[in-house]
């Protein structure tokens, strides 16, 4: 039979008849609709005899704002598209059985007063602090309306958002501070409209970007509303996964090779955990500039991983029993002369009575790093809170080495380098497109399980780069 006024052919279930509900029980359904399918009753069967606006034609309606697929219950065979128009609200049934448009389905557009109950609700994940400043939680924020598009706005349809560790404490030197700090940064999705002066998009064009820091935007939303400055167009043959998993390391990996130490063929270079996210696509975008690398790895697993790399890492230095001297390894497979550029993960700052985790005995010690960098080497670290004694700057003025802080976040604080920022990224995805960079990704994640994989990252716990798939 037809599920009355949608067009969807079933055989397993006959639902009960539909009624007009009043508009308090009209604003329930719509909020149900739009956020849980599973438990919705079945939709209104709205007609001209009800009193309601006549059905127009798509042709009328113009384009739709948003096209969203629902799954229907799999007893009732098949899929609700919902359409938002200027108009109203528009649903049509699909059959997988019949494999075409219902024969009796038809727009159902409501009148003024009930569009205003059927307004697009959404849902983005924010973290929110606690009053002791240390913790923080994530939680699911309702957005009942998207901010009018500017001039040089692009709206996005989200199709992957990948997820990275919130900096709270940069957050708030930066004098960001918000009630609910928007988590999902690194997006990729397709344009739904453009502003007035937007020259570079059009709707329906692919693109991908990171948010900017101060961004009221969470990138974990089904729409959002991006600067034109802040993306670039995706390749067709990248995965929405893939594009939105690699931007990140992909830039991170640039402003530590390109701008910061300057890496050219023929350099040897000392990636640490070459296993991670980031490591990977350093050692794979220094290897492309013919560099030699090395890179370190904290477990056998890690190990297998790097070694099966093609092409090849010349050296993995095993540090997971944390026995093997770094320094001497690289003095070693150098000749003695050293490396030329350095990338740390962290580097030990204390003795060992003040190293709290195994992951920080596993840490090399600054003076490690200063004692196999090579004579105008490059270290590059991640280590925000390093110092360094009279005797390591001595060392280091003695070798003409030069020590620089991987801080990714520079490229947005100004305007300045926005030229070189996009060539970056289009470079990031014509290299993704190339299979360059082969990037280390997690299977992905619905939606509904974003809040535990954001704390998984956020706690630093996942080894893999966590994209959340819409």
């Known amino acids: 039979m037809l599920l009355a006024g949608l067009g969807i052919r079933t055989g397993l279930v006959t639902p009960p008849p539909c009624r007009l509900q009043p508009l308090p029980a009209l604003a329930e359904t719509r909020h149900r609709l739009l956020t849980s399918w599973p438990g919705l009753a079945p939709p209104l069967a709205l007609n ?20 969203r697929q629902i799954r229907c219950p799999r007893a009732w065979g098949g899929r609700l598209e919902t359409r938002f128009y200027p108009q109203g609200l528009r649903f049509c049934g699909k059959s997988h059985h019949a494999g075409s448009w219902g024969a009796n389905a038809r727009p159902v557009t409501y009148p003024a007063q009930q569009r205003a109950l059927l307004q697009l609700t ?42 990275s560790w919130t900096d709270i404490k940069l957050l708030s030197e930066m004098k960001i501070k918000k009630e609910y700090l928007p988590v999902g940064r690194e997006i990729a999705g397709v344009v739904l409209e453009v502003g007035s002066k937007v020259s570079f998009f059009q709707p329906d064009d692919e693109v991908v ?35 939105a998993g690699t931007i990140r390391d992909g830039l991170r990996a640039y402003t530590a090779l390109h701008y910061l130490s300057h890496v050219s063929p023929g350099k040897t270079v000392l990636v640490m955990d070459g296993a991670s996210p980031f490591g990977t696509i350093a050692i794979q975008l220094a290897q492309h500039r013919r560099a030699k690398v090395i ?10 991983y790097l070694e099966r790399l093609r092409p090849p890492v010349a050296r993995v230095i095993d540090i997971s029993n944390g026995k093997t001297d770094v320094a001497e390894s690289c003095l070693e497979e150098t000749g003695g002369l050293g490396v030329d550029i350095v990338i740390d993960a962290g580097v030990k700052l204390y003795s060992k009575e003040y190293e709290s985790s195994l992951k920080q005995q596993l840490l090399p010690h600054k003076h490690d790093i200063i004692t196999l960098l090579g004579v105008g080497g490059h270290w590059v670290t991640t280590e925000k809170n390093l110092q360094l004694d009279p005797p390591d700057s001595h060392c280091l003025f003695l070798k003409g080495a030069t020590v620089s802080f991987l801080n990714d976040e520079v490229w947005n604080l100004s305007n300045v380098q926005q030229g070189k920022y996009l060539c970056i990224l289009e470079d990031i995805m014509e290299k993704l497109s190339n299979s360059i960079f082969r990037p280390q990704l997690d299977e992905p994640v619905p939606l509904y399980e974003a809040k535990v994989s954001v704390e998984i990252v956020q706690k630093n716990q996942a080894r893999k780069r966590q994209v959340i798939q819409f």
């Open 48 to 67: 001209q005899e009800r009193g309601l606006s006549p059905a127009p034609t798509p042709s009328s309606l113009g384009p739709p704002a948003l096209a």
């Open 122 to 163: 959404m849902k983005g994940l924010y973290c929110q602090q606690n009053s002791t400043g240390e913790e923080i939680t994530f939680i699911f924020k309702e957005r009942e309306n998207l901010p009018i598009t500017r001039d040089y706005d692009v709206k996005i349809q989200v199709k992957a958002c990948a997820l």
């Open 209 to 243: 970007g990171i948010l900017p820091l101060d961004s009221e935007e969470s990138g974990l939303c089904e729409i959002a509303l991006v600067h034109e400055h802040y993306l670039v167009h995706k390749p067709e043959k990248v995965c929405w996964v893939e594009a």
């Open 295 to 304: 890179s370190t790895t904290c477990s056998l697993e890690d190990k297998q």
